[in-house]
């Protein structure tokens, strides 16, 4: 892991995400401005900001599926970039729509990656994280005819085959309808609480992020605006007399539309 260092309510925390001055250009515009964050072992990191402000963007990068055009970053204590790192390995993600084969049911949607994984005993693996993210009663049912919320439940088990110690949510609740959004989020502090996972998970929705987060960054037109801890967070709200949602609109000079 990274260098310890004295993490939120006083633990001492290893990094388990580092990036400096990370910058990403398309067509000659910077869609990611010198983004230099942290992330530590543990956290669930809420990565707010509105469409268009270069979440995905930034957490392609963390996953590999983009490369920076500048910048550098650790990942799990080690830079991805070099030749022969297994950081991206380490790594479980659910970037914008789970893909699945719509005519195979579940678990043979997991099967089907834990044999790309080379996972051992993907029986027990696939049984383990059924459970987890409560499908068991439905792993055998196609997954053309599951509804969204059953859909993000298996993006998730998918992003957790191989037991990654970091997990990448993109959008997660994105299209879910109030209950879906309250299952999702019991299940990702589920996830953080039993195994431990470092989570890093992006959203628009100011609501939601602040009841799972125990960290925050402020993505603003591709640069970090804001981070901190939700104590430090939360304190500075309160001396300020102002919601989450005003403190945000502050930060980004929104007018709160």
Same mark, same amino acid.
């Given at each position: 892991m990274g260098e310890p260092i004295s993490g939120w309510r006083g633990r001492v925390m290893s990094l388990a995400i580092v990036t400096k001055d990370i910058v990403k250009k398309y067509d000659g515009q910077n869609v990611l401005d010198k983004v230099s964050l942290s992330v530590l072992e543990g956290d669930i990191y809420g990565l707010v900001g509105r469409n268009g402000a270069g979440k995905t963007t930034f957490?392609?990068?963390?996953?590999?599926?983009?490369s920076p055009t500048s910048g550098s970053m650790s990942i799990l204590g080690a830079d991805p970039l070099t030749k022969g790192s297994e950081s991206f390995s380490k790594i479980g993600s659910l970037i914008e729509t789970p893909?699945?084969?719509?005519?195979?049911?579940?678990?043979?949607?997991?099967? %089907?990656?834990?044999? @790309?994984?080379?996972? =051992?005993?993907?029986?027990?693996?696939?049984?383990?994280?059924?459970?987890?993210?409560?499908?068991?009663?439905?792993r055998n049912k196609h997954t053309r005819d599951f509804s969204l919320g059953m859909r993000q439940r298996l993006g998730l088990a998918m992003a957790l085959i191989g037991n990654p110690e970091l997990l990448v949510l993109d959008e997660p609740i994105n299209g879910l309808d109030p209950q879906g959004i309250a299952e999702i989020r019991s299940l990702i502090l589920k996830i953080n609480r039993e195994t431990g996972t470092t989570i890093v998970i992006s959203s628009h929705i100011l609501s939601e992020l602040s009841k799972v987060a125990t960290r925050y960054g402020i993505l603003d037109c591709g640069k970090l605006v804001y981070e901190n801890?939700?104590?430090? %967070?939360?304190?500075? @709200?309160?001396?300020? =007399?102002?919601?989450?949602?005003?403190f945000y609109f502050q930060i980004t000079q929104g007018d709160g539309r």
């Open positions: 957490m392609k990068i963390v996953c590999g599926l983009s893909c699945f084969f719509p005519y195979m049911n579940a678990t043979d949607n997991l099967m %089907l990656k834990c044999i @790309c994984c080379g996972i =051992d005993a993907p029986d027990k693996h696939i049984k383990e994280l059924l459970e987890l993210v409560g499908l068991q009663n439905v801890s939700r104590e430090a %967070l939360e304190a500075e @709200c309160e001396n300020k =007399d102002m919601s989450f949602e005003d």
